[in-house]
């Protein structure tokens, strides 16, 4: 697990970019796994400005996000489809046949969840997994108690995250009960994953998910587990870690060992 602390938000995005950006330009058929949530906004807006500004091309990629809403459809201002279609596909060159969410409203969401899974396989795998983080510690839907072996499928979101989420809702008792997620063992299958995690509010479920027990109950500590995972945080996120003084110096060196190799 690599432990990278920004100075602010901004820079925290602009490295999760910077590293979304890298792997296109040296791979531009790349197979990313996608997220939504108010932290992903900004990645969103730098992926776009290097689109328009010529810097790489999103036309060969293909894109599986981590959930959607159960019962909302895509073409509400709710659903995930649509905050991914205004936040960055409307907006790029990418080809919307490669561009993937689950379908909320499936008559069999059973099959839906299963095909999702199929679609993932048949692209060969997911190469980035973009991850943002619950307040709870979840990722994707991933709520408290799930199994960290699950595929892609319906869960109940937890009072803590409808709350969470009411903010971009009229009134919190719109929000969902369910979505459609990829399941915990789905994320770990991505040949790398990268976190973002910015703001107070995020702080105690970052220093669960990189200092605590592996445990379920706060299903982003599995990435302990993973061979390729970044956790990119601001330093509001960052504030309740023990060890930051390791993880700046850790930091340091790989950056200046990579700059030597580099020259
Ligand atoms: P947020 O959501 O970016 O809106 O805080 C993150 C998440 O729940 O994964």
Known sequence: MRVIIEKSASD???????????????????VLGLATGGTMTPVY???????????????????????EYVGVKASSEHSYR?????????STDIDRCRTHLPDGCAEDLRAECEQYEGL??????????????GSDGHIGFNEPGSSL??????????????????????APE????????MGVGT????????????????????????????????????????????IVLDQDAASELENVADY????????????????
Do not use: C
């Open 248 to 263: 700046l110096t850790a930091e340091k060196i790989q950056r200046e060992l990579l700059s030597q190799h580099n020259k």
């Open 174 to 181: 719109d929000v969902p009960y369910s979505a459609i997620t």
């Open 187 to 230: 994320i770990m299958d991505a040949r790398q994953i990268v976190l973002l995690a910015t703001g107070k509010n995020k702080a105690i479920a970052v220093r669960a998910t990189v200092e605590g027990p592996l445990s379920a109950m706060v299903t982003a500590s599995v990435l302990q587990w993973h061979p390729n995972a970044l």
């Open 82 to 90: 649509y905050f991914m279609d205004k936040s960055f596909f409307e």
């Open 12 to 30: 925290a995005a602009n490295f999760v970019a910077e590293t979304i950006l890298e792997l296109v330009e040296n791979r531009p058929n790349a």
């Open 45 to 67: 807006e730098r992926l776009l400005a290097a689109s328009q500004n010529g810097r790489v091309s999103f036309q060969a990629v293909s894109t599986f996000n981590l959930d």
């Open 120 to 133: 993932i396989e048949q692209a060969g795998g997911i190469d980035l997994q973009l991850l943002g983080i």
């Open 149 to 170: 072996s699950s595929r892609t499928r319906v869960k109940t979101l937890t009072k803590q995250t409808r709350l969470d989420n009411s903010r971009f809702f009229a």
